[in-house]
């Protein structure tokens, strides 16, 4: 679960800028979600170790974006994965996110602080899909395919600082901070003899974010960021972000 949350976490996504008061950035983000390792795939206590060959079922995610600038550096954005099956595992996962940007620094540096949140439900047939039952060697034979529902959270505070280059057209960035994962998961699926597996799962985690990334201004209103996005211990998400600017374009 916290590998599959990496990829959820609302990072700006962008480098540090000052915003003017009004400018309004619409953003679309295409973004990995990072694949579990099958040797952590086969379950401890129950399944006679079979693996949950189904957790890697989604493995690109697109999300639109929308930043408002509030002025005096302070920015505020939104996004949202909608909930569009694609092979076979339907999201609806929201991000909400608050930053400040500082002034520059020696004229070159801006430091960046955020804050951010992304929650939601991610629905698929994760313990037993159509091949699992009709699988004679799987335990989910000749029961319904699953209904189940991943929800993850995830809440970040992250400190970044970026350079400015090319009269300010380059904006490479680093950053890291602190994350906290409390993803649950909800079996629903119903054996061959009517019984329904309802277990839930829940856990609470922390990890150290590291991310980094390069913002290039094409125009004075289009703008694409590539950044790489980490949780030590679950995995890695990387993201190509375009965006376009409206409303006052000063900064």
């Keep these: 679960m916290g590998t599959k949350s990496v990829a959820i976490a609302f990072t700006p996504t962008r480098g540090p800028g000052r915003a003017a008061a009004g400018r309004v950035e619409l953003g679309l983000g295409v973004l990995t979600v990072p694949e579990v390792d099958q040797d952590a795939l086969a379950p401890t206590t129950c399944g006679s170790g079979e693996s949950l060959s189904n957790t890697n079922q989604l493995v690109v995610a697109a999300q639109p974006r929308v930043r408002v600038g509030l002025g005096k550096g302070f920015a505020a954005e939104a996004g949202w994965i909608p909930p569009i099956p694609v092979s076979g595992v339907s999201a609806n996962i929201v991000g909400l996110g608050a930053d400040w940007s500082s002034p520059p620094i ?66 490479p960035y680093l950053g890291g901070g602190y994350t906290r994962l409390s993803p649950k998961f909800q079996v629903n699926f119903t054996n061959r003899l009517g019984i329904v597996d309802n277990n839930r799962v829940e856990a609470t985690l922390n990890a150290a974010a590291i991310f980094g990334g390069l913002t290039w201004d094409l125009t004075r209103r289009w703008s694409v960021t590539g950044q790489f996005f980490s949780l030590v211990s679950y995995g890695t998400s990387v993201s190509f972000t375009t965006r376009f600017a409206l409303g006052n374009l000063g900064t």
């Design 106 to 171: 020696g004229g070159v540096l801006t430091a960046n602080f955020s804050l951010n949140a992304a929650f939601g439900t991610v629905k698929g047939a994760f313990t037993c899909d159509d091949r699992d039952v009709l699988d004679p060697a799987n335990s989910c034979y000749q029961g319904t395919p699953s209904d189940d529902s991943f929800m993850p959270a995830v809440y970040g505070a992250d400190l970044t600082l970026g350079a400015s280059l090319s009269k300010g057209t380059v904006r």
